[in-house]
């Protein structure tokens, strides 16, 4: 972690993170505030009045005064500690649920973020190590609470213990006190006065040390918590049982265990634990008795020298030791905000990852007869951190309201050529054309609109079989049901006793249904026919299937895109016989570009290598 933080920075930081942490649970700080008002006064009611029934016993003894002290104090105490405890409950649930809803703010982050951007591996690392710098010491946003808590009950409690021990000080000794009229002396109640805070400082000072030295294990803890996280939930793991099982890993599995000793005695933090961390924490609360023993000391000697009754040393006593706790609690916070400010850092580099493709003005034209036309204008592509080009002058034009199929060998392109007429990604050299502008210039979300794409790791969601397939709680239903039906569902469907109220999965209910790979890529289908967009791409969705049976799904939905542009991606090229023109790639390049049967009559072509290659798997 970063050393020299200033106190200005990390109070930047951490006001910020109270803005983001309000703006997902406004109820939260308001809460918590009036908690810590009511922590941080009752200690000083219960001193207050305490201190005015024992002056009363020890003074005129009045029946009727006495009794009035006893009921307000009681009065008092008891409504703030009623009040005290309603707001803990309160504050409890709020936290409980902050947990939870802190984490949209990553969320929507990510939601946010440019594909290109949520593809970076870097930013799902830094993502990763924010989330277990949370876990292993709950360092980032949500050690916040516990720095604004100790902030406000900290003031607030110094200011209320000042105001009850300044009388200390300004009480005088009588003459008749003798010697000890010395502790009237300006200079003596001075360097108390500074002995108090000085030593409160230095207390608080060495207690942030060692927070300090745990938080220096951040490395070693996140590292163990990953091998935890992992190993130690491997068991639960259904679909890892089989292999697990058959290999007999569970012997791998407790080996580390057996040597992932970061959190246990004997490892690193325990020794440190014993070690440094020890002493600094206690030499910090050691120093604190030290100081709140001086107190009672002075305090004493003041009253045997008759500044003020017995009454009054109660107050001075509880609300003086008070008032130093709250001076080594301020001081060991700012440690700990200085700590927690590298942590915070880190989440909001990855908050404030900026969005660099351009977003476009332009409305996409909304064509009824749907005549569309796509360009490649000499295209180059290379992922970011690669020096290798994924796509390399590539030029090609859609035939709208045609069938093309995009073949070739793994790492060939297929699938960045799509995520670039998709704008996934900007290409660094060359343009794409939609109707002879730069897509670039496009609203964004208004040219993804024109898309139904079906990628091979499609995902389904957790959710009822109709909003899966509309991707919204509200959807029409008649059109769900006939693209399920369109996409060969309609059999299944049938047999779905809530239809399309039907849960898909069963992991957040009981009555839902678990689907077959090949039924999982009929929804994922009939999803993209529901959209209705001009331009409908299947990315190998189907390459769990054997070549037959993709070849039926392709041949299916052919005959219902209608006059759609359809773009096929697959392996198996019996599975685009179909189409109208093939463009096939190589090396990130379009080699040949035509239909089936003139590139297979080309015998020195890759089109005519690859279909005989994969021949003994055809049918006609």
Not at 254 to 262: G, I, K, Q
Request: charged share 20%; hydrophobic share 45%; glycine share 8%.
């Amino acid at each position: 972690m970063k050393e020299n933080v200033t106190l200005g920075r990390g109070a930047a930081l951490h006001l910020r993170g109270i803005r983001e942490l309000h703006s997902v649970t406004p109820k939260f700080f308001p809460v918590l505030t009036l908690y810590c008002v009511f922590s941080a006064v009752i200690p000083y009611v219960t001193v207050f009045f305490s201190a005015r029934i024992l002056k009363e016993l020890a003074t005129l003894r009045r029946a009727e005064t006495l009794w009035r002290w006893v009921a307000a104090g009681v009065f008092s105490t008891g409504a703030a500690a009623i009040a005290k405890a309603l707001l803990y409950r309160r504050y409890d649930t709020l936290l409980s649920d902050l947990w939870g809803r802190k984490e949209t703010l990553f969320i929507r982050k990510m939601f946010s973020l440019d594909f290109s951007e949520l593809d970076k591996q870097e930013n799902h690392d830094l993502r990763a190590q924010i989330r277990q710098n949370e876990n292993w010491s709950g360092w980032g946003l949500m050690r916040i609470e516990e720095i604004y808590t100790g902030a406000v009950t900290g003031v607030i409690g110094l200011i209320s213990g000042a105001a009850l021990t300044v009388s200390l000080f300004a009480s005088p000794v009588p003459e008749s006190g003798g010697w000890l009229t010395a502790l009237n002396h300006p200079v003596f109640i001075l360097v108390l006065a500074a002995v108090m805070v000085g030593v409160s400082i230095l207390a608080g000072s060495l207690s942030a040390k060692a927070t300090k030295i745990w938080s220096d294990f951040a490395e070693e803890a996140t590292f163990g918590n990953r091998l935890f996280g992992h190993f130690g939930f491997i068991g639960q793991a259904q679909k890892r049982n089989v292999d697990i099982r058959m290999n007999n890993q569970q012997n791998l599995v407790h080996a580390y265990w057996d040597t992932n000793r970061c959190f246990g005695v004997s490892g690193p933090i325990g020794r440190a634990a014993r070690g440094k961390i020890g002493v600094y924490a206690s030499l910090g609360v050691c120093v604190t008795a030290l100081i709140t023993g001086f107190i009672y000391v002075f305090t004493c000697l003041k009253a045997l020298g008759g500044a003020f009754d017995v009454g009054s040393v109660t107050q001075y006593v509880g609300a003086a030791t008070a008032m130093v706790a709250n001076i080594f609690a301020l001081t060991d916070l700012v440690g700990t905000i200085k700590t927690n400010t590298p942590y915070l850092e880190k989440t909001f580099e990855f908050l404030d990852i900026p969005n660099a493709m351009y977003q476009g003005s332009l409305t996409t034209e909304k064509r009824s007869d749907r005549q569309y036309e796509v360009e490649f204008r000499d295209v180059s592509f290379k992922y970011p951190g690669s020096e290798i080009w994924a796509l390399r002058h590539v030029s090609m034009k859609f035939k709208v309201g045609k069938r093309l199929a995009i073949v070739g060998e793994n790492g060939s392109g297929k699938t960045t050529f799509i995520k670039l007429l998709c704008r996934l990604y900007d290409p660094q050299e060359g343009q794409i054309l939609l109707n002879g502008i730069d897509i670039r210039k496009y609203r964004y979300d208004d040219y993804m609109s024109i898309f139904s794409v079906v990628f091979q790791d499609f995902q389904l969601i957790c959710q009822p079989l109709g909003n899966n397939v509309a991707g919204s709680m509200e959807y029409d239903r008649d059109r769900v049901e006939k693209a399920l039906i369109d996409a060969g569902f309609g059999d299944r469907l049938a047999s779905m006793d809530k239809g399309l109220d039907t849960m898909i999965y069963k992991n957040l209910s009981e009555d839902g249904v678990d689907v077959s790979g090949g039924e999982a890529q009929k929804i994922a289908i009939a999803r993209a026919l529901y959209k209705d967009a001009p331009f409908i791409i299947l990315d190998e969705p189907t390459a769990a299937l054997d070549p037959i049976a993709e070849a039926e799904i392709y041949s299916k939905f052919n005959d219902i895109v209608g006059d759609k542009t359809a773009i096929y991606i697959s392996h198996r090229l019996s599975s685009c016989k179909f189409c109208d023109e093939i463009a096939v790639f190589h090396e990130g390049r379009v080699i040949q570009q035509g239909s089936h049967d003139a590139l297979v009559a080309d015998e020195g072509g890759k089109y005519y290598a690859l279909w005989h290659a994969q021949a003994q798997y055809y049918t006609e």
